[in-house]
């Protein structure tokens, strides 16, 4: 199958590109610069240079590559998360997915390209009711801004992917781990959690689902095949951070990350945050088991996070 790639140069793009090659799957991506075009050559990709901006160029790169699918996995984060600057990120990023995506899905239905597989997020429920939440359960597009606003940006993409697709797919990830991530050795968490200025806040009690960027990439292949619909994809794991926040502390060589109350918290990353990070819910990947077939590599973010701190990104 021939695939279209968007994100290719990110953390899970740098794995995908491989684990698609390694199925036997041709690969076309795009990047903004020549640069990274290099790049995604080395990893055995065509490689086109197209924002995904430039609704008119998207829509010709999409046409000549005639793929049978195209895989989404564009982001604009920045490599440390300040505080300070968080709305301004959170601006890009929402644009991305609003109307890089809407440009994907346009220029897809133009080369009539009949899968369509897209990030998205599954950190994002509505904090309320039970701790592990399923694909039906609501996301908390009502949360304090600039949450809100992302939140919103991603139910709408979901919605645009599967309304406009002839067979969309949403992939839910949980926090990433692994090399190209926060989490990796000399990352913004890894080095936050050195300096003991990643502190477990309140009681610890919110649940995160991780996912390696290993096992997010092989979701996208397993989604090759897959039915349309919604897929959290996470480990087999969800963990409160009292319990995460000293393992990631260890693995990275730092003491104990501090305990702050939520109240203190607010003054540093402001009341949305502090929200976000005291009521978190975890997510279940029966779904994603059942129906793509799919099996996380890394099961315990446990292990998973203790390898990653050795593991240079290739």
């Known amino acids: 199958?021939?695939?279209?790639?968007?994100?290719?140069?990110g953390a899970v793009g740098k794995r995908l590109i491989p684990q698609l090659l390694d199925a036997g799957h041709q690969v076309v991506a795009i990047t903004r610069r020549e640069d990274r075009a290099g790049e995604l050559r080395r990893r055995g990709a065509e490689a086109i240079v197209c924002d995904v901006f430039d609704a008119d160029r998207l829509a010709q790169a999409v046409r000549a590559a005639a793929p049978a699918a195209i895989v989404n996995q564009l982001t604009d984060l920045p490599a440390a998360m300040d505080p300070r600057l968080v709305e301004a990120a959170y601006a890009r990023n929402n644009r991305v997915r609003r109307e890089g995506t809407r440009n994907l899905l346009a220029a897809a239905s133009a080369a009539s390209v009949p899968r369509f597989i897209v990030q998205?997020?599954?950190?994002?429920?509505?904090?309320?009711?039970?701790?592990?939440?399923?694909?039906?359960?609501?996301?908390?597009?009502?949360?304090?801004?600039?949450?809100?606003?992302?939140v919103r940006t991603?139910?709408?993409?979901?919605?645009?992917?599967?309304?406009?697709?002839?067979?969309?797919?949403?992939?839910?990830?949980?926090?990433?781990?692994?090399?190209?991530?926060?989490?990796?050795?000399g990352g913004d968490v890894a080095e936050k959690l050195r300096a003991r200025k990643f502190p477990v806040i309140g009681s610890g009690a919110a649940v995160t689902s991780f996912v390696h960027v290993h096992d997010a990439a092989s979701a996208a292949?397993?989604?090759?095949?897959?039915?349309?619909?919604?897929?959290?994809?996470?480990?087999?794991?969800?963990?409160?951070?009292?319990?995460w926040g000293p393992a990631a502390s260890a693995a990275v060589g730092a003491p104990p990350p501090r305990r702050i109350p939520?109240?203190?918290?607010?003054?540093?990353?402001?009341?949305a945050f502090t929200a976000w990070m005291t009521t978190m819910r975890g997510a279940s990947n029966a779904k994603a088991k059942r129906e793509l077939g799919w099996t996380p590599r890394y099961a315990s973010w446990r292990t998973g996070l203790a390898e990653a701190v050795t593991t240079e990104a290739p």
């Open 221 to 243: 292949v397993a989604a090759l095949a897959g039915p349309p619909g919604i897929y959290n994809i996470v480990d087999d794991e969800p963990a409160p951070a009292s319990e």
């Open 120 to 150: 998205s997020m599954a950190t994002w429920y509505r904090p309320e009711g039970g701790r592990i939440k399923e694909e039906s359960d609501p996301l908390w597009t009502d949360a304090p801004e600039p949450l809100g606003a992302a």
């Open 262 to 271: 939520a109240i203190l918290a607010r003054l540093v990353v402001g009341k």
């Open 154 to 185: 991603v139910a709408d993409m979901e919605a645009a992917v599967l309304s406009g697709a002839a067979t969309g797919i949403v992939l839910r990830y949980g926090g990433f781990y692994g090399p190209g991530t926060w989490y990796e050795p």
């Open 1 to 9: 199958m021939r695939v279209f790639v968007a994100g290719g140069t």
